[in-house]
């Protein structure tokens, strides 16, 4: 079963940073592409980040390009988001997604492509 975790979420102020992480354990799988996802009450989940843990360029949304970074550990299956220049339009919660599938640029930032879900973690973001 596998199983996906994030952390790292909190409260900022605007112009802060933030980095969250994500571990997708309890699989047998060498790679994963993992995304973030942010939902706000009333509004559909949103791609913000993705990467292939195997290789490969990583995917941005045009709201957080310049912003946030997704980066690999060296751990197979762990990401890192980390973002800066907050604004409070970034409060969500933020998901993150694995699929074992190298997803490529036309899905990688869709949720539906993805198999496993974490719990979310809440980032607010004060102005």
């Known amino acids: 079963q596998v199983k996906v975790v994030e952390s790292g979420g909190g409260s900022v102020q605007a112009g802060g940073s933030l980095t969250l992480s994500c571990e997708a354990s309890?699989?047998?799988?060498?790679?994963?592409?993992l995304g973030w996802f942010r939902q706000v009450p009333g509004k559909e989940r949103e791609g913000v980040a993705a990467?292939?843990?195997?290789?490969?360029?990583?995917y941005y949304a045009d709201s957080v390009k310049g912003r946030f970074t997704i980066s690999r550990s060296n751990a197979k299956t762990t990401v890192y988001l980390q973002m800066s220049s907050l604004h409070a339009e970034d409060t969500a919660m933020y998901y993150c997604a694995a699929d074992p599938t190298p997803l490529t640029a036309l899905h990688a930032l869709y949720a539906g492509y993805y198999n496993y879900w974490g719990q979310g973690t809440q980032v607010t973001v004060s102005s």
């Open positions: 990467i292939y843990t195997g290789g490969g360029m990583p």
């Open positions: 309890g699989h047998t799988y060498n790679y994963m592409t």
